[in-house]
């Protein structure tokens, strides 16, 4: 089955602590997203990356980091320097187009202790 | 800052109704209009897209578009509890890389 998986879907972070969400594709798309949901609020945009080896932020990429070394593959780390990291984390991907509609993953929920 | 904004709800119909759910965008420019049903702890999922101005059927779900007046609207047709859900009108931005998301619109089908 084609489909975007996440992991883990539960994830806990002390405080200092990096952690790492994981977001896999196998729809060869081009595009992939990271969105940032809170409570009764709609997905913000964390960053986005169209092609291997590029990606750009979104509008709060401050506190979080990403890498996009293979097509199927784009994890997201959540820094320290990210204070209010409590959150509903969602991966998504699209072919390229203007007509292309995004595929959205699970979904991580993250917690700090 | 482009915008999308949407009634946060909530909207309460009763079992059969139509359920009418509104959105406005400031994009101008913008050529690519979408809604997603998400329900409570789960990710959004796709319900309609619509890319030309008037009317999109598709079964109990009727999107509009309006880009004179940047106005997308959704009419779900016989709502059912199951229709119960936050739903999100999206817009492609002018750019074609960034789908900027409503806060949501919060529908209580009542039995």
């Known amino acids: 089955d084609g489909g975007i998986t996440q992991s883990p879907k539960y994830l806990f972070r002390k405080e200092g602590q990096n952690v790492t969400l994981s977001c896999e594709q196998n729809l060869n798309h081009d ?54 990291p ?28 | 800052q482009k915008e999308v904004e949407q009634n946060s709800g909530p909207l309460s119909v009763p079992e059969g109704a139509i ?48 880009k004179a007046s940047q106005y997308v609207s959704l009419l779900i047709r016989d709502s059912q509890p199951s229709d119960s859900a936050t739903y999100l009108c999206a817009v492609l931005d002018t750019g074609g890389f960034k789908t900027i998301f409503g806060a949501g619109t919060r529908l209580f089908v009542k039995a």
């Open chain 1, 31 to 84: 595009a992939m997203y990271w969105y940032r949901q809170d409570p009764g609020q709609g997905l913000r945009l964390i960053y986005y990356s169209q092609i291997v080896n590029d990606f750009q932020k979104g509008d709060i990429a401050e506190g979080y980091s990403v890498s996009r070394e293979k097509k199927e593959s784009f994890p997201l780390t959540v820094t320290s320097a990210q204070k209010n």
């Open chain 1, 86 to 113: 409590t959150a509903f984390y969602l991966c998504a991907s699209t072919r390229r187009g203007l007509k292309e509609t995004q595929y959205f993953g699970p979904g991580t929920r993250l917690l700090v202790l």
């Open chain 2, 19 to 66: 359920a009418s759910l509104n959105c406005t965008y400031s994009d101008r420019g913008s050529q690519s209009f979408f809604w997603y049903r998400q329900y409570s702890g789960k990710s959004p999922e796709l319900i309609m897209s619509i890319y030309s101005n008037g009317d999109k059927e598709d079964g109990r779900f009727t999107a509009q578009l309006n």
